[in-house]
């Protein structure tokens, strides 16, 4: 996180707390300062039931141990093992340095304040914050200012999973004659999909299960039926190959609206449940990203209640799978379901703690998802558990989340591990109208 040669001071936003409460000892030897507003608006966030309020309330314990074990608490300088000190600044309003024009004591002002009041007194400080609006308002003002980049990676955008080389016949007979083959590849990964291609009369659809000595593929079909529905195109083929394989316990699936991801998914774990018997339920969580002032605080009932908006999409799906039977046997079904602990819907913030195991895990909606909650989740996955992740780039509603941060941050450091596959679906198949939406707008 620092430039190396240079001491540096670090004032960090409130979001960067939210996002990742480690980011307190990610400044290598450098010093990290805390505005108190900082505290106050955390202390306003850790009774919500987000992963928000959960990183609040981490990050108030981690500056209470730290406070704990130094004499004055953090008024003063800690120091940290990295060889930086931490402390809180107490005053953090400093009217003189603003121009007239913001108010001094909104929380974002006395961030500013104190960072021109320690520059003013000759400490080299630099403002640390995930909120674009505040890093423009730094720099008019003449703060050097950094987004938090911890959780952010070089993302390379065009990883689908899937890609295409060109073969000759031989090797495309082998592939259907032995069921695998080697190929050359330029820079292949373990579990990406390939369309093998030779004359126009002549192609094969393989998988990448070896990359040394030599690149080996087996053969995958080109279509899959699960839990009664059929892949629509060749992505569902190869991700319904993914999320049937228990050899592959994490799988990433990526697209736009329409794609089938959750759904897939759903019908992938109900098979494994229901009729392979290989885990023993299907659970679905889902973050709770507020969209406007609508978050959990806000709207009526008791928690399944507050819970209902946010399970809308899931259910949908669910009542989808079970169609044929008719709407209120469907229901029926989806009851009795639920009764048997056979499937659970809930907040992702219940994962927090437990140990996953024989359950077929679904996370929904992914991409709003910060890279340290996703860590948390693959490191509760038991030998016998399976984690999906479902999501949309074009969709993220969390505003501590970067563009290159999170989901897509994982899908990068994971491609290419045996454990991991990831495919991104691209044809919307919800209805003609929901493909011409997603392919003009």
């Excluded at 990068?412 to 011409?436: Q, Y």
């Amino acid at each position: 996180m620092s430039d190396r040669g240079q001491h540096h001071t670090y004032v960090l936003d409130t979001c960067v707390l939210l996002a990742d409460p480690a980011s307190l000892f990610r400044f290598e030897e450098h010093d990290v300062v805390l505005p108190l507003v900082v505290i106050e608006e955390l202390d306003r966030k850790k009774t919500l039931m987000d992963e928000i309020g959960t990183n609040a309330r981490r990050t108030i314990r981690l500056l209470e141990e730290r406070g704990a074990s130094a004499e004055g608490g953090l008024s003063q300088p800690v120091p940290l093992s990295s060889g930086g000190t931490l402390r809180i600044e107490m005053n953090g309003i400093h009217s003189a340095h603003l121009p007239e024009v913001l108010d001094p004591l909104t929380p974002d002002h006395r961030i500013l304040s104190t960072c021109l009041e320690l520059r003013a007194g000759g400490t080299n400080a630099v403002l640390v914050t995930k909120d674009a609006a505040l890093r423009i308002k730094g720099a008019q003002l003449g703060v050097p200012v950094q987004d938090y980049r911890a959780d952010v990676v070089a993302v390379d955008e065009s990883y689908s999973g899937v890609t295409e080389v060109v073969a000759d016949a031989a090797t495309i007979d082998r592939i259907y004659a032995d069921g695998k083959a080697t190929l050359e590849m330029e820079a292949p990964l373990i579990n990406q999909f390939v369309v093998v291609k030779g004359s126009a009369s002549q192609s094969a659809l393989a998988q990448v299960v070896e990359v040394a000595p030599q690149t080996t593929v087996v053969r995958v079909p080109g279509t899959r039926r699960v839990f009664g529905i059929e892949s629509k195109n060749l992505r569902q083929a190869f991700a319904l190959e993914l999320l049937l394989n228990p050899d592959i316990p994490a799988v990433s699936l990526m697209g736009a609206p329409g794609t089938g991801k959750t759904f897939l998914a759903l019908a992938a774990g109900l098979e494994q449940v229901l009729e392979a018997g290989r885990y023993r339920k299907v659970s679905v969580y889902r973050p709770l990203v507020p969209v406007g002032r609508q978050d959990l605080g806000y709207l009526p009932g008791d928690l399944d209640e507050k819970l209902a908006p946010w399970m809308a999409a899931v259910y949908d799906n669910l009542y989808a799978l079970f169609s044929d039977a008719g709407p209120a046997a469907a229901r029926d079904a989806l009851d009795e379901l639920v009764e048997r602990d056979a499937l659970e819907l809930a907040a992702i913030t219940y994962l927090r703690g437990r140990s996953i195991t024989g359950e077929f895990v679904i996370i929904d909606e992914a991409q709003n998802l910060e890279l340290s909650t996703l860590k948390v989740i693959l490191t509760r996955i038991g030998p016998d558990a399976k984690v999906v992740f479902c999501g949309d780039f074009t969709q993220v509603d969390n505003p501590y989340v970067s563009p290159f941060g999170g989901a897509a941050a994982m899908i990068e450091k994971m491609k290419g591990h045996p454990l991991f596959g990831h495919v991104t679906l691209e044809r919307t198949v919800r209805s003609p109208l929901a493909e011409l939406a997603a392919a003009v707008l």
